[in-house]
């Protein structure tokens, strides 16, 4: 039988043979740019851990399909040992998915740059591992592990004996990165340069002696009952009777009367086939009844999805750089710059910005209940509200934004006036 320092030994010979081939004709990973330059570093002054996070290794990168926050961690991304206090490095991680851990989340981890220089010794693994308590795995709901090799297999065997077998399902290895289009919102994925080079390397051994793929076929008009993926305006031009798109109207209605008192409102996610299934039924105009779901959560998973997948975000792409400049303001005129961005929003955007923020509003107002205060929901709803034309969310993006949807609902009346939208009665 193999020991356990058996398998650290044959794990440390694994990766210094990876290391070789990636020796071979491979730029040093500290040389090379990345795709997601780290935040500048003035930006991060008052982090509390700005001596790990200006590295990089650990973002936050939106959601993924179905609502669920995504975090990634990026190996190539971990400087020398020496110049990096792994501790420290345990602390920051802890540290970021403490924002995130009580609604569920997804964890990406890019394997690919991992090296004996940089890697954390297994001690550190099983320590870090030991560190995570319930709180932190119970809403983990895939742990997606990417360019995975024969050392993580190893690594797998020697904690096997300390992991769960319900934790052990939650693993789920991904070869190619186009296979993580499948699970995830890939456009907001920050991914480093190297690993999509390395990707792409992976992908060229690959095809060498593969049968040539088929070809793609072009991608079907939206049908005219499309209501998922595509803009605020074809909506609007396909529902003419409809000033607010139907899947909010009553997705709303519907979480008005059931779901407002629900600890966890829009924390929580609903089975993936079940939401397709409704998705699919929208798109097709068909009649959709929650009722039949018994669960609340199914209706505020589509009405986060719908808001994720529209073509244009429901503030526009116009205003994002004005939402990420509220930290320039001062704090007693945050309010007025807020009702000055939404006022600038076109009419039609505005109208169902109102609608919607006016049920957040309300559902804040019964936090005591739902445990969903502003800045629960703001942490929810940010992201799903605006987001850049090109690229991804960053990590200190996310403070503004959650700032910015923040004031929007805990100070509703100010911002949008006394008149609410069409066919919605004030709280």
């Given at each position: 039988?193999?020991?356990?320092?058996?398998?650290?030994?044959?794990?440390?010979?694994?990766?210094?043979?990876?290391?070789?081939?990636?020796?071979?004709?491979?730029?040093?990973?500290?040389?090379?740019?990345?795709?997601?330059?780290?935040?500048?570093?003035?930006?991060?002054?008052?982090?509390?851990?700005?001596?790990?996070?200006?590295?990089?290794?650990?973002?936050?990168?939106?959601?993924?399909?179905?609502?669920?926050?995504?975090?990634?961690?990026?190996?190539?991304?971990?400087?020398?040992?020496?110049?990096?206090?792994?501790?420290?490095?345990?602390?920051?991680?802890?540290?970021?998915?403490?924002?995130?851990?009580?609604?569920?989340?997804?964890?990406?981890?890019?394997?690919?740059?991992?090296?004996?220089s940089?890697?954390?010794?297994?001690?550190?693994?099983?320590?870090?591992?030991?560190?995570?308590?319930?709180?932190?795995?119970?809403?983990?709901?895939?742990?997606?592990?990417?360019?995975?090799?024969?050392?993580?297999?190893?690594?797998?065997?020697?904690f096997k004996?300390?992991?769960?077998?319900?934790?052990?399902?939650?693993?789920?290895?991904?070869?190619?990165?186009?296979?993580?289009?499948?699970?995830?919102?890939?456009e907001?994925?920050?991914?480093?340069?190297?690993?999509?080079?390395?990707?792409?390397?992976?992908?060229?051994?690959?095809k060498?002696?593969?049968?040539?793929?088929?070809?793609?076929?072009?991608?079907?008009?939206?049908?005219?009952?499309?209501?998922?993926?595509?803009?605020?305006?074809?909506?609007?031009?396909?529902?003419?009777?409809?000033?607010?798109?139907?899947?909010?109207?009553?997705?709303?209605?519907?979480?008005k009367?059931?779901?407002?008192?629900?600890?966890?409102?829009?924390?929580?996610?609903?089975?993936?086939?079940?939401i397709?299934?409704?998705?699919?039924?929208?798109?097709?105009?068909?009649?959709?009844?929650?009722?039949?779901?018994?669960?609340?959560?199914?209706?505020?998973?589509?009405?986060?999805?719908f808001?994720?997948?529209?073509?244009?975000?429901?503030?526009?792409?116009?205003?994002?750089?004005?939402?990420?400049?509220i930290?320039?303001?001062?704090?007693?005129?945050?309010?007025?710059?807020c009702?000055?961005?939404?006022?600038?929003?076109?009419?039609?955007?505005?109208?169902?910005?109102?609608?919607?923020?006016?049920?957040?509003?309300?559902?804040?107002?019964?936090?005591?209940?739902?445990?969903?205060?502003?800045?629960?929901?703001?942490?929810?709803?940010?992201?799903?509200?605006?987001?850049?034309?090109?690229?991804?969310?960053?990590?200190?993006?996310?403070?503004?934004?959650?700032?910015?949807?923040e004031?929007?609902?805990?100070?509703?009346?100010?911002?949008?006036?006394?008149?609410?939208?069409?066919?919605?009665?004030?709280?």
């Open positions: 039988m193999t020991s356990l320092s058996d398998l650290e030994h044959l794990a440390e010979i694994e990766l210094q043979e990876e290391d070789e081939e990636e020796d071979e004709g491979e730029t040093c990973v500290a040389d090379a740019p990345s795709s997601s330059s780290p935040p500048p570093l003035q930006s991060l002054a008052s982090h509390p851990y700005c001596d790990v996070a200006r590295h990089g290794i650990i973002q936050v990168s939106g959601d993924d399909n179905y609502g669920r926050k995504l975090i990634t961690f990026s190996s190539c991304c971990l400087p020398p040992s020496h110049q990096l206090n792994h501790r420290r490095l345990l602390e920051y991680l802890k540290y970021t998915l403490d924002q995130y851990v009580e609604m569920d989340y997804i964890l990406v981890y890019f394997h690919h740059g991992l090296r004996s940089n890697k954390p010794s297994l001690k550190w693994l099983r320590e870090a591992y030991g560190e995570f308590d319930r709180k932190y795995k119970k809403n983990l709901k895939t742990l997606y592990v990417v360019h995975p090799t024969n050392f993580i297999r190893i690594v797998w065997n020697i004996p300390l992991i769960s077998q319900k934790f052990g399902k939650k693993l789920m290895y991904v070869n190619f990165l186009d296979e993580l289009r499948e699970h995830v919102n890939y907001q994925l920050i991914i480093p340069a190297d690993v999509v080079r390395h990707d792409e390397k992976l992908r060229e051994a690959q060498s002696g593969a049968p040539a793929p088929a070809k793609t076929p072009p991608p079907r008009p939206p049908l005219p009952t499309q209501q998922f993926g595509v803009s605020l305006q074809y909506i609007r031009e396909k529902n003419r009777e409809a000033i607010i798109p139907p899947v909010m109207r009553q997705t709303v209605t519907y979480l009367e059931k779901g407002l008192r629900t600890e966890g409102l829009f924390r929580r996610s609903a089975r993936v086939q079940l397709k299934d409704v998705q699919k039924l929208y798109n097709l105009g068909k009649p959709v009844n929650f009722d039949q779901y018994r669960d609340v959560h199914v209706a505020a998973v589509i009405l986060k999805t808001l994720r997948e529209l073509s244009e975000p429901l503030l526009t792409f116009r205003v994002y750089n004005q939402v990420l400049d930290l320039n303001v001062e704090s007693i005129l945050r309010v007025t710059r009702k000055q961005i939404v006022e600038s929003l076109p009419e039609h955007h505005f109208i169902v910005v109102k609608y919607l923020l006016c049920f957040l509003h309300m559902v804040s107002q019964e936090s005591i209940a739902n445990k969903m205060s502003p800045s629960n929901l703001a942490c929810v709803f940010g992201v799903n509200l605006v987001w850049p034309r090109y690229g991804s969310i960053s990590l200190t993006a996310l403070t503004p934004i959650n700032i910015f949807a004031l929007l609902i805990e100070h509703f009346h100010t911002v949008f006036g006394s008149r609410c939208p069409p066919g919605q009665v004030m709280p």
